[in-house]
C-alpha cells in the first residue's frame, strides 16, 4: 500500500504512459481530454445547432471511459488513498502564498480561501469559474486539443503543433501564476 501512497518515480509512470502511447498508436487511437466535450456535445444533440457536432460519436466512446475512470479514480484517490501529512512546501511559495492571501499553505491539498464552498460561490469566485471555464474551453479548441492531448499525444507523434501549443501551454502558465493569479488574490 506504501507504494501506491508514494509519487511514482519516473523510471516507473514515464514508461507506463509510453506503453499506453503505443497501444493507442497501435489501434489508431488519439487521447485527449477536450475531445471529450465534443463527444458529450454530439450525444446531447448539439449537431441540431451546428454542423461540427454531426459526427459519429460512437467511434470516441472508448474516450468517454477514460473521462469516466479518470472522474472514478480522481474519487477513490482523494477519498481513500489521500494521506493526511502536511504537504512540503519550499517555505518561499508558503510565503509568495500567504502574501496574496492564502493562509495555511501545504497544510491542505486545495486551499480554503479558493476552494471552499464560500469562496467558490462568491461573486469572485462565480466570475473566476466562468471566465476561466470559457477560457479553458475556447483555449482547447482554438489550439486543436488540450494540455494532455498536445503534450502527451501530439509530441510522442512528434507533431510540431503540439510543441507550438505545449511551448504557449507553458507560457500561459508562467503568465498566469506571476501576473495574473497575484492581481486577482
Same mark, same amino acid.
Given at each position: 500500500?506504501?507504494?501506491?501512497?508514494?509519487?511514482?518515480?519516473?523510471?516507473?509512470?514515464?514508461?507506463?504512459i509510453a506503453?499506453?502511447? *503505443?497501444?493507442?498508436?497501435?489501434?489508431?487511437?488519439?487521447? =485527449?481530454?477536450?475531445?471529450?466535450?465534443?463527444?458529450?456535445?454530439?450525444?446531447?444533440? !448539439?449537431?441540431?445547432?451546428?454542423?461540427?457536432?454531426?459526427?459519429?460519436?460512437?467511434?470516441? !466512446?472508448?474516450? &468517454?471511459?477514460?473521462?469516466? /475512470?479518470?472522474?472514478? /479514480? =480522481?474519487?477513490?484517490?482523494?477519498?481513500?488513498?489521500?494521506?493526511?501529512?502536511?504537504?512540503? &512546501?519550499?517555505?518561499?511559495?508558503?510565503?509568495? *502564498?500567504?502574501?496574496?492571501?492564502?493562509?495555511?499553505? =501545504?497544510?491542505? +491539498? &486545495?486551499?480554503k480561501e479558493?476552494?471552499?464552498?464560500?469562496?467558490?460561490?462568491?461573486?469572485?469566485?462565480?466570475?473566476? *469559474?466562468?471566465?476561466?471555464?470559457?477560457?479553458? /474551453?475556447?483555449?482547447?479548441? +482554438?489550439?486543436? =486539443?488540450?494540455?494532455?492531448?498536445?503534450?502527451?499525444?501530439? *509530441?510522442?507523434?512528434?507533431?510540431?503543433?503540439?510543441?507550438?501549443?505545449?511551448?504557449?501551454?507553458?507560457?500561459?502558465?508562467?503568465?498566469?501564476?506571476?501576473? &495574473?493569479?497575484?492581481?486577482?488574490?
Amino acid at each position: 500500500m506504501d507504494f501506491i501512497l508514494q509519487p511514482w518515480p519516473w523510471y516507473v509512470s514515464g514508461p507506463a504512459i509510453a506503453f499506453v502511447m *503505443l497501444l493507442l498508436f497501435y489501434f489508431g487511437k488519439t487521447f =485527449g481530454v477536450s475531445s471529450n466535450l465534443e463527444t458529450l456535445c454530439t450525444i446531447g444533440g !448539439a449537431g441540431r445547432f451546428n454542423s461540427y457536432f454531426n459526427s459519429d460519436w460512437k467511434s470516441n !466512446a472508448w474516450n &468517454l471511459t477514460f473521462i469516466a /475512470g479518470t472522474i472514478i /479514480g =480522481g474519487f477513490i484517490s482523494y477519498q481513500w488513498l489521500s494521506t493526511n501529512e502536511v504537504i512540503a &512546501l519550499n517555505t518561499q511559495t508558503v510565503q509568495d *502564498l500567504s502574501d496574496i492571501g492564502i493562509q495555511n499553505a =501545504g497544510q491542505t +491539498y &486545495l486551499p480554503k480561501e479558493i476552494f471552499s464552498i464560500n469562496s467558490i460561490l462568491s461573486f469572485k469566485g462565480i466570475l473566476i *469559474l466562468l471566465l476561466g471555464g470559457f477560457l479553458v /474551453g475556447f483555449g482547447a479548441r +482554438y489550439a486543436g =486539443g488540450c494540455t494532455s492531448g498536445h503534450a502527451i499525444v501530439g *509530441l510522442s507523434n512528434l507533431e510540431k503543433p503540439s510543441l507550438i501549443a505545449v511551448i504557449g501551454f507553458f507560457i500561459g502558465g508562467l503568465i498566469m501564476t506571476w501576473v &495574473l493569479i497575484p492581481l486577482i488574490f
